[in-house]
Protein backbone atom coordinates (compact mmCIF):
# COMPACT_ATOMS: atom_id res chain seq x y z
CA UNK A 1 0.00 0.00 0.00
CA UNK A 2 2.80 2.30 0.96
CA UNK A 3 4.34 1.79 -2.77
CA UNK A 4 1.33 2.32 -4.06
CA UNK A 5 0.84 5.66 -2.15
CA UNK A 6 4.11 6.96 -3.42
CA UNK A 7 3.55 6.11 -7.15
CA UNK A 8 0.10 8.38 -6.74
CA UNK A 9 1.95 11.00 -4.70
CA UNK A 10 4.37 11.06 -7.58
CA UNK A 11 2.13 10.97 -10.19
CA UNK A 12 0.05 14.17 -8.73
CA UNK A 13 3.35 16.36 -8.29
CA UNK A 14 4.01 15.61 -11.96
CA UNK A 15 0.60 16.12 -13.47
CA UNK A 16 0.48 19.29 -11.59
CA UNK A 17 3.32 20.70 -12.25
CA UNK A 18 4.08 23.54 -14.42
CA UNK A 19 2.76 22.51 -17.15
CA UNK A 20 -0.64 22.28 -15.84
CA UNK A 21 -0.52 25.38 -14.04
CA UNK A 22 0.21 27.17 -16.68
CA UNK A 23 -2.60 26.01 -18.56
CA UNK A 24 -5.12 26.49 -15.78
CA UNK A 25 -4.26 30.04 -15.03
CA UNK A 26 -3.45 31.19 -18.54
CA UNK A 27 -6.73 29.86 -19.85
CA UNK A 28 -8.17 31.97 -16.87
CA UNK A 29 -6.40 35.05 -17.72
CA UNK A 30 -6.69 34.25 -21.67
CA UNK A 31 -10.25 33.93 -20.85
CA UNK A 32 -10.96 36.97 -18.62
CA UNK A 33 -9.25 38.86 -21.78
CA UNK A 34 -11.51 37.41 -24.45
CA UNK A 35 -14.64 38.13 -22.46
CA UNK A 36 -13.39 41.75 -21.73
CA UNK A 37 -13.55 41.21 -18.04
CA UNK A 38 -16.36 39.39 -17.35
CA UNK A 39 -16.08 38.99 -13.77
CA UNK A 40 -17.56 43.12 -14.24
CA UNK A 41 -20.67 41.16 -14.43
CA UNK A 42 -20.89 39.10 -11.69
CA UNK A 43 -24.05 40.66 -9.74
CA UNK A 44 -25.63 40.66 -12.84
CA UNK A 45 -25.37 36.97 -12.92
CA UNK A 46 -26.12 36.66 -9.42
CA UNK A 47 -29.49 38.59 -10.14
CA UNK A 48 -30.53 35.96 -13.33
CA UNK A 49 -30.04 33.60 -10.97
CA UNK A 50 -33.68 34.36 -9.02
CA UNK A 51 -35.12 34.69 -11.99
CA UNK A 52 -36.97 32.43 -14.28
CA UNK A 53 -37.60 31.19 -17.67
CA UNK A 54 -40.45 28.66 -17.47
CA UNK A 55 -40.83 28.99 -21.07
CA UNK A 56 -37.63 28.05 -22.39
CA UNK A 57 -36.15 25.14 -22.85
CA UNK A 58 -34.57 22.88 -20.31
CA UNK A 59 -35.28 20.55 -17.38
CA UNK A 60 -34.51 22.73 -14.18
CA UNK A 61 -34.78 26.18 -13.30
CA UNK A 62 -31.38 28.70 -13.44
CA UNK A 63 -31.40 28.68 -9.74
CA UNK A 64 -32.22 25.13 -9.57
CA UNK A 65 -28.76 24.83 -11.68
CA UNK A 66 -26.93 26.95 -10.15
CA UNK A 67 -27.57 25.57 -6.55
CA UNK A 68 -26.98 22.12 -7.77
CA UNK A 69 -23.76 23.05 -9.39
CA UNK A 70 -23.20 24.73 -5.79
CA UNK A 71 -24.42 21.38 -4.45
CA UNK A 72 -21.43 19.93 -6.24
CA UNK A 73 -18.99 22.46 -5.46
CA UNK A 74 -19.66 23.79 -2.04
CA UNK A 75 -18.18 20.98 -0.49
CA UNK A 76 -14.84 19.62 1.58
CA UNK A 77 -12.58 21.71 -1.02
CA UNK A 78 -14.09 24.72 0.95
CA UNK A 79 -13.44 23.63 4.14
CA UNK A 80 -10.60 20.32 4.42
CA UNK A 81 -8.91 21.27 1.46
CA UNK A 82 -8.39 24.48 1.99
CA UNK A 83 -6.90 23.09 5.41
CA UNK A 84 -4.76 20.49 2.84
CA UNK A 85 -3.63 23.59 1.17
CA UNK A 86 -2.18 25.26 4.23
CA UNK A 87 -1.11 22.51 5.80
CA UNK A 88 0.80 21.22 2.63
CA UNK A 89 1.61 24.83 0.46
CA UNK A 90 1.59 27.25 3.84
CA UNK A 91 -0.57 29.95 4.69
CA UNK A 92 0.54 32.05 1.00
CA UNK A 93 -1.46 29.03 -0.39
CA UNK A 94 -5.16 31.05 0.51
CA UNK A 95 -3.75 33.39 -1.96
CA UNK A 96 -3.35 31.50 -5.05
CA UNK A 97 -6.65 30.02 -4.34
CA UNK A 98 -8.52 33.04 -3.71
CA UNK A 99 -6.47 34.54 -7.13
CA UNK A 100 -7.52 31.41 -9.13
CA UNK A 101 -10.92 31.43 -8.22
CA UNK A 102 -10.90 35.46 -9.15
CA UNK A 103 -9.74 34.76 -12.19
CA UNK A 104 -11.35 31.49 -13.02
CA UNK A 105 -14.67 33.24 -13.20
CA UNK A 106 -14.04 33.41 -17.13
CA UNK A 107 -13.26 30.32 -17.41
CA UNK A 108 -16.34 29.21 -15.22
CA UNK A 109 -18.34 31.28 -17.72
CA UNK A 110 -17.08 30.54 -20.48
CA UNK A 111 -16.97 26.52 -20.35
CA UNK A 112 -20.86 26.94 -19.37
CA UNK A 113 -21.89 29.26 -22.33
CA UNK A 114 -20.62 26.37 -24.83
CA UNK A 115 -22.42 23.60 -22.71
CA UNK A 116 -25.76 25.70 -23.39
CA UNK A 117 -25.04 26.62 -26.94
CA UNK A 118 -24.09 22.96 -27.84
CA UNK A 119 -26.56 21.13 -25.90
CA UNK A 120 -28.90 18.80 -27.21
CA UNK A 121 -32.44 16.84 -26.56
CA UNK A 122 -32.83 13.55 -26.23
CA UNK A 123 -35.91 11.81 -27.70
CA UNK A 124 -37.68 11.61 -24.72
CA UNK A 125 -37.12 15.61 -24.26
CA UNK A 126 -33.95 15.60 -21.12
CA UNK A 127 -31.60 18.03 -22.20
CA UNK A 128 -27.64 17.25 -22.35
CA UNK A 129 -24.33 19.33 -22.68
CA UNK A 130 -21.21 19.96 -21.30
CA UNK A 131 -18.08 20.01 -22.49
CA UNK A 132 -18.37 16.13 -24.62
CA UNK A 133 -21.28 17.81 -26.62
CA UNK A 134 -18.68 21.13 -27.44
CA UNK A 135 -16.01 19.03 -28.71
CA UNK A 136 -18.09 16.74 -30.40
CA UNK A 137 -20.42 19.77 -32.00
CA UNK A 138 -18.32 22.92 -31.89
CA UNK A 139 -14.89 21.66 -33.41
CA UNK A 140 -14.31 21.91 -37.43
CA UNK A 141 -11.78 18.81 -36.90
CA UNK A 142 -14.55 16.59 -35.92
CA UNK A 143 -12.23 13.37 -35.10
CA UNK A 144 -10.38 14.76 -32.81
CA UNK A 145 -13.38 16.67 -30.96
CA UNK A 146 -14.46 13.48 -30.54
CA UNK A 147 -11.51 11.82 -29.06
CA UNK A 148 -11.62 14.41 -26.68
CA UNK A 149 -15.39 14.16 -25.86
CA UNK A 150 -14.93 10.47 -25.20
CA UNK A 151 -11.79 11.48 -23.16
CA UNK A 152 -13.35 13.88 -21.27
CA UNK A 153 -16.62 11.94 -20.41
CA UNK A 154 -14.47 9.25 -19.45
CA UNK A 155 -12.38 11.54 -17.16
CA UNK A 156 -15.72 13.09 -15.41
CA UNK A 157 -17.46 9.84 -15.03
CA UNK A 158 -14.10 8.49 -12.90
CA UNK A 159 -14.06 11.95 -11.60
CA UNK A 160 -17.55 11.50 -9.83
CA UNK A 161 -16.55 8.94 -7.68
CA UNK A 162 -13.18 10.71 -7.08
CA UNK A 163 -13.46 14.24 -6.17
CA UNK A 164 -17.41 13.71 -6.29
CA UNK A 165 -18.24 10.91 -3.92
CA UNK A 166 -14.82 9.13 -2.08
CA UNK A 167 -13.26 12.21 -0.55
CA UNK A 168 -16.62 13.77 0.18
CA UNK A 169 -17.86 10.24 2.46
CA UNK A 170 -14.53 10.19 3.41
CA UNK A 171 -14.33 13.56 5.14
CA UNK A 172 -18.25 13.29 6.39
CA UNK A 173 -16.47 9.96 8.54
CA UNK A 174 -13.70 11.39 9.55
CA UNK A 175 -15.71 14.56 11.36
CA UNK A 176 -18.19 12.44 13.00
CA UNK A 177 -15.56 9.89 14.06
CA UNK A 178 -13.47 12.81 15.69
CA UNK A 179 -16.17 14.93 16.79
CA UNK A 180 -18.95 12.52 18.27
CA UNK A 181 -18.34 10.81 21.94
CA UNK A 182 -19.65 7.82 20.52
CA UNK A 183 -17.76 5.30 18.45
CA UNK A 184 -19.41 4.66 14.73
CA UNK A 185 -17.74 2.16 12.80
CA UNK A 186 -17.01 4.13 9.58
CA UNK A 187 -18.59 1.34 7.51
CA UNK A 188 -22.12 2.20 8.81
CA UNK A 189 -21.33 5.84 8.19
CA UNK A 190 -21.35 4.42 4.63
CA UNK A 191 -24.16 2.49 4.85
CA UNK A 192 -26.51 5.03 6.21
CA UNK A 193 -25.25 8.12 3.51
CA UNK A 194 -25.64 5.20 1.08
CA UNK A 195 -29.10 4.11 1.29
CA UNK A 196 -30.02 8.27 1.87
CA UNK A 197 -28.72 8.88 -1.42
CA UNK A 198 -30.39 5.63 -3.34
CA UNK A 199 -33.41 7.26 -2.16
CA UNK A 200 -32.63 10.76 -4.25
CA UNK A 201 -30.61 10.03 -6.74
CA UNK A 202 -32.70 7.64 -8.60
CA UNK A 203 -35.24 10.27 -8.74
CA UNK A 204 -32.94 12.09 -11.34
CA UNK A 205 -32.16 15.73 -11.95
CA UNK A 206 -35.68 16.94 -10.84
CA UNK A 207 -35.05 15.16 -7.48
CA UNK A 208 -31.51 16.33 -7.17
CA UNK A 209 -32.47 19.73 -7.90
CA UNK A 210 -35.33 20.33 -5.53
CA UNK A 211 -32.99 18.78 -2.75
CA UNK A 212 -30.51 20.83 -3.48
CA UNK A 213 -32.04 24.43 -4.17
CA UNK A 214 -33.10 23.95 -0.31
CA UNK A 215 -30.51 22.77 1.11
CA UNK A 216 -27.56 25.22 -0.33
CA UNK A 217 -28.47 28.48 0.32
CA UNK A 218 -29.37 27.34 4.38
CA UNK A 219 -25.76 25.42 4.66
CA UNK A 220 -23.69 28.18 2.57
CA UNK A 221 -25.10 31.04 4.87
CA UNK A 222 -25.06 28.85 8.51
CA UNK A 223 -21.21 28.62 7.88
CA UNK A 224 -20.85 31.93 6.14
CA UNK A 225 -22.09 33.54 9.56
CA UNK A 226 -20.20 31.13 11.79
CA UNK A 227 -16.70 31.85 10.26
CA UNK A 228 -17.58 35.68 10.57
CA UNK A 229 -18.45 34.83 14.57
CA UNK A 230 -14.94 33.31 14.84
CA UNK A 231 -13.36 36.01 12.95
CA UNK A 232 -14.89 38.80 15.45
CA UNK A 233 -13.54 35.84 18.04
CA UNK A 234 -9.55 36.24 16.75
CA UNK A 235 -10.50 40.14 15.12
CA UNK A 236 -6.46 40.71 17.09
CA UNK A 237 -5.47 37.97 14.58
CA UNK A 238 -6.76 38.82 10.86
CA UNK A 239 -4.59 41.54 10.05
CA UNK A 240 -1.40 39.32 11.33
CA UNK A 241 -3.20 36.98 8.85
CA UNK A 242 -3.54 38.71 6.00
CA UNK A 243 0.02 39.41 6.37
CA UNK A 244 1.08 35.66 6.87
CA UNK A 245 -0.76 34.74 3.19
CA UNK A 246 0.81 37.20 1.27
CA UNK A 247 4.12 37.18 2.41
CA UNK A 248 4.65 33.48 2.32
CA UNK A 249 2.62 33.24 -1.05
CA UNK A 250 6.06 34.69 -2.21
CA UNK A 251 8.94 33.23 -0.13
CA UNK A 252 9.64 30.45 2.98
CA UNK A 253 8.86 31.36 6.03
CA UNK A 254 7.32 30.47 9.36
CA UNK A 255 5.01 32.44 12.02
CA UNK A 256 3.27 32.30 14.93
CA UNK A 257 1.15 29.22 15.85
CA UNK A 258 4.00 26.95 13.61
CA UNK A 259 2.35 27.82 10.45
CA UNK A 260 5.20 27.01 7.60
CA UNK A 261 5.10 28.99 4.25
CA UNK A 262 7.77 26.34 2.26
CA UNK A 263 7.97 28.88 -0.83
CA UNK A 264 6.13 29.94 -3.93
CA UNK A 265 6.46 26.98 -5.84
CA UNK A 266 4.59 24.76 -3.01
CA UNK A 267 2.15 27.36 -2.52
CA UNK A 268 1.07 27.87 -6.04
CA UNK A 269 0.79 24.26 -6.67
CA UNK A 270 -1.20 23.40 -3.78
CA UNK A 271 -2.89 26.76 -3.93
CA UNK A 272 -4.00 26.36 -7.70
CA UNK A 273 -4.74 22.83 -7.26
CA UNK A 274 -6.84 23.01 -4.36
CA UNK A 275 -8.21 26.50 -6.11
CA UNK A 276 -9.96 24.34 -8.83
CA UNK A 277 -11.10 21.48 -6.37
CA UNK A 278 -12.95 24.44 -4.65
CA UNK A 279 -14.76 25.85 -7.50
CA UNK A 280 -13.90 23.29 -10.33
CA UNK A 281 -13.33 26.37 -12.88
CA UNK A 282 -12.29 25.01 -16.24
CA UNK A 283 -13.04 21.30 -15.06
CA UNK A 284 -16.56 21.50 -16.91
CA UNK A 285 -18.32 19.96 -14.40
CA UNK A 286 -20.86 22.39 -13.49
CA UNK A 287 -21.74 22.79 -17.54
CA UNK A 288 -23.10 19.16 -17.19
CA UNK A 289 -26.12 20.65 -15.18
CA UNK A 290 -26.17 24.30 -16.57
CA UNK A 291 -27.00 22.50 -19.96
CA UNK A 292 -30.37 21.24 -18.68
CA UNK A 293 -31.76 24.94 -17.34
CA UNK A 294 -34.27 27.28 -18.71
CA UNK A 295 -32.50 29.87 -20.46
CA UNK A 296 -33.35 31.90 -23.00
CA UNK A 297 -29.57 32.14 -24.49
CA UNK A 298 -26.30 31.13 -23.45
CA UNK A 299 -24.81 33.78 -22.24
CA UNK A 300 -27.47 34.28 -19.13
CA UNK A 301 -26.79 30.94 -18.29
CA UNK A 302 -23.11 31.48 -18.02
CA UNK A 303 -23.15 34.34 -16.23
CA UNK A 304 -25.38 32.54 -13.78
CA UNK A 305 -22.92 29.60 -13.37
CA UNK A 306 -20.10 32.37 -13.43
CA UNK A 307 -21.54 33.49 -9.61
CA UNK A 308 -20.41 29.58 -8.34
CA UNK A 309 -16.79 30.33 -8.51
CA UNK A 310 -17.35 33.61 -7.02
CA UNK A 311 -19.51 32.26 -3.48
CA UNK A 312 -17.29 29.16 -3.08
CA UNK A 313 -13.93 30.50 -4.03
CA UNK A 314 -14.14 34.37 -3.30
CA UNK A 315 -15.75 33.97 -0.67
CA UNK A 316 -15.98 30.56 1.10
CA UNK A 317 -12.26 29.44 0.86
CA UNK A 318 -11.07 33.20 1.58
CA UNK A 319 -13.30 32.92 4.76
CA UNK A 320 -12.02 29.51 5.41
CA UNK A 321 -8.34 30.49 5.03
CA UNK A 322 -9.00 33.27 7.27
CA UNK A 323 -9.99 31.01 10.58
CA UNK A 324 -8.13 28.38 10.33
CA UNK A 325 -4.95 30.88 9.82
CA UNK A 326 -6.15 33.30 12.58
CA UNK A 327 -7.09 30.76 14.81
CA UNK A 328 -3.66 28.62 15.05
CA UNK A 329 -2.09 31.93 15.77
CA UNK A 330 -3.82 33.08 18.27
CA UNK A 331 -3.94 29.37 20.02
CA UNK A 332 -0.62 27.99 20.84
CA UNK A 333 -2.22 24.46 22.19
CA UNK A 334 -2.56 23.80 18.48
CA UNK A 335 0.54 21.76 17.72
CA UNK A 336 1.59 21.19 14.20
CA UNK A 337 4.00 19.08 14.27
CA UNK A 338 1.48 16.49 15.90
CA UNK A 339 -0.99 17.09 12.96
CA UNK A 340 -0.63 14.63 10.11
CA UNK A 341 -2.88 15.98 7.20
CA UNK A 342 -4.73 19.01 6.55
CA UNK A 343 -8.48 17.22 7.75
CA UNK A 344 -7.11 17.10 11.40
CA UNK A 345 -5.62 20.89 11.35
CA UNK A 346 -9.03 21.81 10.40
CA UNK A 347 -11.02 19.89 12.94
CA UNK A 348 -8.55 20.82 15.53
CA UNK A 349 -8.71 24.39 14.83
CA UNK A 350 -12.02 24.65 15.09
CA UNK A 351 -12.24 22.84 17.90
CA UNK A 352 -10.19 26.06 19.82
CA UNK A 353 -13.31 27.78 19.34
CA UNK A 354 -15.96 27.04 22.43
CA UNK A 355 -18.89 25.00 22.01
CA UNK A 356 -20.21 27.19 18.15
CA UNK A 357 -16.53 25.86 16.53
CA UNK A 358 -16.75 22.27 16.62
CA UNK A 359 -20.74 22.49 15.68
CA UNK A 360 -19.99 24.84 12.50
CA UNK A 361 -17.52 22.31 11.42
CA UNK A 362 -19.63 19.38 12.06
CA UNK A 363 -22.75 20.78 10.36
CA UNK A 364 -21.00 22.09 7.58
CA UNK A 365 -18.41 19.04 6.80
CA UNK A 366 -21.75 16.83 6.44
CA UNK A 367 -23.95 19.41 4.73
CA UNK A 368 -21.45 21.09 2.14
CA UNK A 369 -19.69 17.10 1.51
CA UNK A 370 -23.48 15.13 1.40
CA UNK A 371 -24.74 17.90 -1.24
CA UNK A 372 -21.29 17.52 -3.74
CA UNK A 373 -22.24 13.98 -3.64
CA UNK A 374 -25.81 14.38 -4.76
CA UNK A 375 -24.49 16.85 -7.75
CA UNK A 376 -21.86 14.59 -8.68
CA UNK A 377 -23.96 11.68 -9.24
CA UNK A 378 -25.71 13.89 -12.05
CA UNK A 379 -22.30 14.41 -13.91
CA UNK A 380 -20.96 11.06 -13.34
CA UNK A 381 -24.19 10.17 -14.98
CA UNK A 382 -24.75 12.05 -18.01
CA UNK A 383 -20.80 11.67 -18.71
CA UNK A 384 -21.86 7.67 -18.74
CA UNK A 385 -24.72 8.00 -20.78
CA UNK A 386 -22.34 9.73 -23.60
CA UNK A 387 -20.16 7.04 -23.38
CA UNK A 388 -22.59 3.97 -23.09
CA UNK A 389 -26.17 5.32 -23.96
CA UNK A 390 -29.15 5.25 -21.50
CA UNK A 391 -27.95 1.79 -20.40
CA UNK A 392 -25.28 2.61 -18.49
CA UNK A 393 -27.53 5.11 -16.10
CA UNK A 394 -28.81 2.46 -13.52
CA UNK A 395 -25.40 0.38 -13.38
CA UNK A 396 -23.45 3.75 -12.94
CA UNK A 397 -25.92 4.37 -10.12
CA UNK A 398 -24.81 0.92 -8.41
CA UNK A 399 -21.71 1.42 -8.38
CA UNK A 400 -21.66 5.48 -7.02
CA UNK A 401 -23.90 3.92 -4.32
CA UNK A 402 -20.71 1.25 -3.54
CA UNK A 403 -18.35 4.29 -3.44
CA UNK A 404 -20.30 5.83 -1.07
CA UNK A 405 -20.59 2.66 1.36
CA UNK A 406 -16.89 1.81 1.29
CA UNK A 407 -15.08 5.11 0.59
CA UNK A 408 -15.46 5.85 4.68
CA UNK A 409 -12.33 3.05 5.17
CA UNK A 410 -9.88 4.48 2.91
CA UNK A 411 -6.98 6.93 3.63
CA UNK A 412 -8.34 10.72 3.19
CA UNK A 413 -4.81 11.62 1.87
CA UNK A 414 -4.99 9.13 -0.86
CA UNK A 415 -8.16 9.71 -2.15
CA UNK A 416 -7.21 13.71 -2.02
CA UNK A 417 -4.20 12.66 -4.09
CA UNK A 418 -6.36 10.30 -6.74
CA UNK A 419 -9.04 13.40 -6.77
CA UNK A 420 -6.00 15.72 -7.74
CA UNK A 421 -4.88 13.33 -10.45
CA UNK A 422 -8.99 13.40 -11.96
CA UNK A 423 -9.22 16.78 -11.85
CA UNK A 424 -6.69 17.36 -14.43
CA UNK A 425 -7.37 14.72 -16.64
CA UNK A 426 -10.45 16.05 -17.02
CA UNK A 427 -9.54 19.41 -17.09
CA UNK A 428 -7.40 19.02 -19.86
CA UNK A 429 -9.92 18.27 -22.46
CA UNK A 430 -12.43 20.86 -21.54
CA UNK A 431 -9.35 23.98 -21.47
CA UNK A 432 -9.17 22.67 -24.74
CA UNK A 433 -12.38 23.60 -26.24
CA UNK A 434 -12.73 26.65 -23.78
CA UNK A 435 -9.65 27.99 -25.99
CA UNK A 436 -10.29 26.63 -28.92
CA UNK A 437 -14.05 27.76 -29.08
CA UNK A 438 -13.03 31.47 -27.74
CA UNK A 439 -13.77 33.03 -30.62
CA UNK A 440 -17.61 31.65 -30.57
CA UNK A 441 -17.21 32.93 -26.98
CA UNK A 442 -16.04 35.88 -27.27
CA UNK A 443 -19.30 36.53 -30.13
CA UNK A 444 -21.43 34.97 -28.30
CA UNK A 445 -20.94 37.64 -25.42
CA UNK A 446 -20.55 40.73 -27.32
CA UNK A 447 -23.90 39.92 -28.61
CA UNK A 448 -26.23 39.05 -25.73
CA UNK A 449 -24.38 41.14 -23.04
CA UNK A 450 -26.07 43.92 -25.30
CA UNK A 451 -30.05 41.50 -25.34
CA UNK A 452 -30.27 39.76 -22.66
CA UNK A 453 -33.63 39.28 -22.59
CA UNK A 454 -33.09 37.97 -26.50
CA UNK A 455 -34.80 34.36 -27.13
CA UNK A 456 -31.92 32.21 -29.11
CA UNK A 457 -34.02 30.71 -31.79
CA UNK A 458 -31.56 28.22 -32.76
CA UNK A 459 -32.58 24.53 -33.13
CA UNK A 460 -32.01 21.96 -30.28
CA UNK A 461 -31.01 19.21 -32.39
CA UNK A 462 -32.64 16.13 -30.72
CA UNK A 463 -30.49 12.99 -30.48
CA UNK A 464 -31.38 9.35 -29.67
CA UNK A 465 -29.29 7.60 -26.46
Known amino acids: MEAFSSIITSLENWIWGAPMLILLCGTHIFM ?21 DPDSPGDVSQFQALTTALASTIGTGNIIGVGT ?43 MGGAMYALERGLKWKKFGKTLAMLFALFAMLASFGIGCG ?3 NAIAEVIETNLPIGIPRIAIGIVFGIVTA ?31 ILGINFDYILPAFRAIFTLAFRPGAVAGGLVGGGIR ?14 ESGMGSAPLVASAAQTRNPVRQALVSATGTFWTTVVVCLVTGLVLISTIMKNPAVDMASIANGGQMTTIAFAQIPYIGPAILVFSIITFAYSTILGWSYYGERA ?25 VLALDLIWSIADILNALMAIPNLIAVLLLSGVIAQETRHYLKNLDEEDMTEIPVVDR
Open 32 to 52: TLRTGFIQKKTFTGIRLSVTK
Open 384 to 408: AEYLIGRRAILPYKLVFLAVVVFSP
Open 85 to 127: AIYLGGPGAVLWCWMTGVFGIATKYAESLIAVKYRVQTADGRM
Open 266 to 279: LALQYGVARGLFSN
Open 199 to 229: IIILGGIESIATVCEKLVPVMALFYVLGCIV
Open 167 to 169: TQI
